[in-house]
């Protein structure tokens, strides 16, 4: 198939998400090995967003692709409800490398269902019902995680799941001049008092923020935060998607 002939059909047959459907104009993908992937016409490109910022090892990795083979010759599906080697040892692995007590993992096939399963068992755990999230954000295209998200993405989405409930995260202090953490932490803190302390379950954010521009955090302000929540009960839960 020629690369006109695979994005003719591929935008006659397919809802694209996040785009006009009209204005749509994807890259023919053929093959992939390494850092680049090509067109059926042989155009190669380096791929520097790593697809969506998931293939980290690279294209085609022998150790990956044998991985692959020998795990679907082997047993190619099996429910949730039953416990497999690989899953097995990779909760193993996880528990090794995770810091403090942390031994006990929930496993999903991506970012946004990660999200929403984090504010269910927040909910459920707390028996609050709101959740705090931040306007300079992403975590998800899903009901629930677009809902969570604050930037303009959430809006063709809205009324979105309720309780949800947003606060300013440090980056808009340069506009209102905060210089540290301190005044970020006071505002979210003003937040909490102002939303009831004993309705919130959870305080969702990306560590690093992603795809709003990549933007750390200023010094003491995750720490601050981790207090925050530790003082209110309110758990805090850390969308490292990207990060």
């Known amino acids: 198939m020629t ?54 090892i690279g294209h085609g990795h022998p150790k990956v692709i044998e991985a692959i083979a020998r795990q679907a010759e082997t047993l190619a599906y099996a429910n949730p409800f039953m416990a497999t080697e690989p899953r097995a040892r990779l909760g193993q692995k996880l528990a090794e490398i995770t810091p403090g007590d942390i031994d006990t993992f929930f496993f999903t096939n991506g970012g946004a269902e990660a999200n929403e399963n984090a ?21 998800g295209g899903t009901a629930g995680a677009i809902s969570l998200t604050g930037d303009p993405r959430r809006w063709a989405s809205e009324p979105g799941i309720p309780g949800v409930v947003r606060v300013l995260d440090p980056y808009h202090g340069i506009q209102r001049g905060w210089d540290t953490a301190a005044e970020s932490l006071a505002n979210l803190e003003e937040t909490i008092q102002l939303e009831g302390p004993n309705t919130i379950a959870a305080f969702i954010l990306e560590t690093v923020v992603g795809t709003n521009g990549i933007l750390v955090p200023p010094d ?24």
């Open 119 to 139: 504010i269910k068992l927040a909910r459920m755990v707390t028996g609050r019902h709101k959740i705090l999230a931040r306007y300079r954000s992403y975590h």
């Open 220 to 243: 003491g302000y995750i720490q601050g935060v981790r207090d925050i929540c530790d003082r209110y009960g309110i758990l805090m839960i850390a969308d490292e998607v990207m990060a």
């Open 3 to 56: 690369g006109d002939e695979m994005v003719a059909l591929t935008k006659r047959h397919t809802l694209f998400e996040w785009s006009a459907q009209s204005k749509v104009d994807p890259i023919p993908v053929a093959g992939a090995k390494g850092c680049y992937f090509w067109t059926p016409e042989g155009k190669r490109y380096l791929d520097f967003n790593s697809q969506l910022m998931c293939t980290n």
